[in-house]
């Protein structure tokens, strides 16, 4: 134990380090407010581009998902996690799907995409999932995934709402190159 010579404790040189770093980390990730003596301008950029690889990393967990979104993937995941500390990919994916359900503006892909998580594993927001022993249904959005003895089967897709051709809507599937004469 190191002391001064009268017995007293002397101040610790990193006292008040870990405050300081758990406040930029705050800010960074979790929406807080800027420490003392940290630009603006390079924090949000930085918290942007840790937004950014937040968003590509959920995308890996969550394809369709972010299909589903498709261009308005970032700025929704984005707005969605702004002020959200990550939980990890999976379980932010899982949140933000939810969410997006309860808002009604979950995409018919990844409403499929949620049934079948739901089926799959157990996920009370809190824990992370875990897999089902028992047979379970998961219902999102009109899809219907059924899990029995670990194997999962979508038995029901999800409504798509059917557009007119030539809606100015972008093919990604390409299917156009699929048709015949």
Not at 12 to 39: C, D, I, N, S, Y
Not at 142 to 155: E, I, S
Request: a positive charge; proline letters at 10%.
């Amino acid at each position: 134990m190191t002391g001064a010579p009268d017995g007293d404790a002397a101040p610790a040189p990193r006292a008040g380090l870990a405050e300081r770093q758990a406040e930029l980390v705050a800010a960074l990730v979790a929406g807080g407010e800027p420490p003392t003596g940290f630009a603006p301008g390079p924090l949000a950029a930085t918290r942007a581009a840790l937004l950014g690889k937040r968003a590509g990393e959920v995308a890996r967990h969550w394809p369709l998902l972010a299909a589903g979104l498709g261009a308005g993937w970032s700025k929704t995941f984005a707005d969605w996690a702004a002020r959200r500390p990550t939980a990890g990919s999976l379980r932010d994916g899982w949140d933000l799907a939810r969410a997006l359900r309860d808002q009604q503006a979950l995409p018919p892909v990844a409403a499929e995409e949620l049934a079948v998580r739901e089926a799959r594993l157990r996920y009370d927001g809190l824990r992370a999932p875990r897999p089902r022993r028992a047979p379970a249904v998961g219902r999102v959005g009109g899809a219907v995934a059924v899990q029995v003895a670990g194997r999962v089967r979508l038995l029901r897709p999800a409504p798509r709402v059917s557009t007119p051709a030539g809606d100015a809507v972008p093919d990604a599937a390409r299917s156009e190159s699929w048709t015949s004469d």
